[in-house]
């Protein structure tokens, strides 16, 4: 166990490190994190969209609306990051048009449980992405934004896995019952 003063050694300085000026540049792994995630974001808002279009559940609807809306954050923030650093961004494809979710013939569009399930891996993927990233950056506002990122992942995981579980979308492995363990 740490002692008091070394954590509030190791407190002071993660908060020096912050409010420092003379930050040292990015290295080649937070630069590759920062542009494959946001590379990663970009994408996954085109499945997000598309849910929008073809999504006739409500809850799916305000869930994937809240889903774009955290992304369109993420971008926004690590987009202003990276120009700051001077990294290129990657190309991000355009919006998808708002249709009539009716006039998309149903062999041509996911289900909801397709939709969901889609959007639960991407929080998953995301989550992970960033846990990995967080424990690689030297710089620590570096890590601060991906544990962020991170952490509005795992919120949305939570509330689409509620959301899955209600409406029996949840694709749950069978139960496994050790060989050894007392009949129940």
Known sequence: MRSIPALFETTVSIIQSLTDDKKAPLHVGEVMACWTYLAFVEEITIYE?????????NDLHDMLQESLDVAHSHIDQLSKFMQIEGVPLPDAQPPKP???????????????KELANTISINFVMASNMCAASAS???RTDVGIMFIQFQMDKLTLGLKMKNLMQKRGWLKIP???YSPGLPQQ
């Open 136 to 138: 690689q950056s030297l």
């Open 174 to 176: 069978p139960l496994y």
């Open 98 to 112: 708002n249709t009539n979710t009716g006039a998309i013939p149903a062999g041509a569009k996911l289900t909801d």
């Open 49 to 57: 969209q598309i849910g929008l279009n073809t999504t006739e559940d």
